[in-house]
């Protein structure tokens, strides 16, 4: 199993970033993801959004709901996360995850940072 986030980077508040979490080694079309972030070393890694096998199903964290939409391309094993209205309190190294079986995947993740 491999998880691998791209589309990190630097952007201004209220600027926009897509990140991309391309998949291997399992049925990817079989199962959910999840994308999360980790704002600081140290801290937990919070919860951001859900999305189910079938790109149906989506559930967002409050912090940003409205702001942030999570999709996929089951075609192209790829899960995306479009972030708008970025704010600076949004940075954070976000990763994929998905949880097969009795086991979590995680990705290495890709750095958002965004300045005030």
């Known amino acids: 199993v491999q998880l691998v986030e791209s589309g990190g980077g630097l952007v201004q508040h209220g600027g926009s970033l897509r990140l991309s979490c391309a998949a291997s080694?399992?049925?990817?079309?079989?199962?959910?993801m999840n994308w999360y972030r980790r704002q600081a070393p140290g801290k937990e890694r919070e919860w951001v959004a859900?999305?189910?096998?079938?790109?149906?199903?989506?559930l967002y964290a409050d912090s940003v709901k409205g702001r942030f939409t999570v999709s996929r391309d089951n075609a192209k094993n790829t899960a995306y996360l479009q972030m708008n209205s970025l704010k600076p309190e949004d940075t954070a190294r976000y990763y994929c995850?998905?949880?097969?079986?009795?086991?979590?995947?995680w990705g290495q993740g890709t750095q958002v940072t965004v300045s005030s």
């Open positions: 080694g399992f049925p990817f079309s079989s199962y959910g």
């Open positions: 995850n998905t949880f097969l079986g009795q086991s979590d995947y």
């Open positions: 859900t999305i189910n096998s079938g790109g149906d199903v989506t």
